[in-house]
């Protein structure tokens, strides 16, 4: 995925956790994807970070004539600083990046791009499909350490799947109940797609360290009996060593969380990095052609970047 909303403002990032448990509500924001309607989550006003994740744009569900219409057809662009998770509940999405990999995604499985220092990728409806959509797209900020590291692409087939009294969790990114994804993960943080059973409750251990956050994909679900609505981000804060969630039809759920991301990151377009001349220099490289490599699978041009034109933010340490 990429981001073109907003193409030109800079937004810093930075961990506003709160040491207990809160219900905080946060209306994703329309927009658009080319002709793909999305909801943003994150960034929001108030809310930038959850742990180390930075980005959370939810589509779908949606269905098509693949004769007419390609709803996901996101032509090459760069990425640094960050990893970003693509997850499916319907439909197929095919990936291809200046590494060489292509990857077709399906539900329960995981694409996993660490951008480190650069990669450039796109992602497309495949030919062959469903003629359905409906998924998630989410960033997770690399913390210094790992953020000028080489490239790299996963695909994860199979994730650790929890059984839990009134329902389930797909440990998609890092640790939950004792349960480790093999998708690389560089600070402490989970990722996690829970189920709820019809007419039943869901008890879902949590890290206690960790803030947390989750918004509801599909059905209908009470937290601490207060109902979630549909696109919207609820922040429920930290020190929570349980969540219980209840459904009367069933429901399915995406949790995001993890230690308080301690670097304040700037988001702009597609990068997340620590200083506007960072930001800049990346923007110049993509429209050089230099730093990313081509996607060479991708038929047509690939995407512009926008004019830079955020206000300088010096780097600061962290
Ligand atoms: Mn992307």
Not at 48 to 75: E, I, T
Request: aromatic share 8%; hydrophobic share 40%; proline share 8%.
């Amino acid at each position: 995925m990429s981001n073109l909303v907003p193409p030109s403002g800079v937004e810093e990032c930075k961990g506003q956790a709160l040491e207990n448990p809160a219900i905080e509500a946060y209306p994703a924001r329309l927009s658009e994807l080319g002709s793909l309607k999305i909801r943003r989550a994150l960034p929001v006003r108030g809310r930038r970070m959850v742990g180390p994740w930075c980005f959370f744009d939810r589509y779908g569900p949606l269905s098509f004539d693949s004769r007419q219409s390609k709803p996901m057809d996101v032509a090459p662009h760069p990425h640094i600083g960050l990893q970003t998770v693509s997850w499916l509940l319907e439909g197929e999405v095919v990936h291809h990046d200046s590494l060489g990999y292509e990857s077709l995604l399906r539900p329960g499985e995981l694409n996993l791009m660490t951008a480190g220092r650069g990669i450039a990728h796109a992602e497309e409806t495949p030919e062959e499909n469903s003629g359905k959509l409906n998924g998630v797209q989410l960033w997770v900020a690399l913390p210094k350490s790992r953020r000028f590291a080489a490239p790299s692409f996963e695909h994860r087939l199979t994730l650790p799947v929890i059984e839990l009294s009134g329902g389930s969790a797909t440990v998609m990114m890092g640790e939950l109940g004792g349960q480790r994804s093999p998708a690389s993960a560089y600070s402490p943080m989970v990722g996690a797609d829970l189920a709820v059973h019809a007419g039943e409750r869901l008890a879902l251990p949590l890290e206690k360290t960790f803030e947390h956050a989750l918004m509801i994909l599909d059905g209908d679900a009470e937290l601490e009996d207060q109902r979630l609505e549909s696109d919207t981000l609820y922040y429920i804060g930290a020190n929570r060593d349980q969540m219980e969630l209840q459904s009367r039809g069933g429901a399915r759920a995406m949790l995001i969380g993890g230690a308080p991301f301690e670097e304040t990151v700037l988001l702009w377009w597609n990068f997340v990095a620590r200083s506007s001349q960072e930001l800049a220099a990346a923007r110049d490289a993509w429209q050089r052609h230099e730093l990313f490599g081509d996607v060479k699978a991708y038929r047509g041009p690939r995407l512009d970047a926008p004019e830079f034109s955020g206000r300088p933010i010096p780097s600061r340490p962290a």
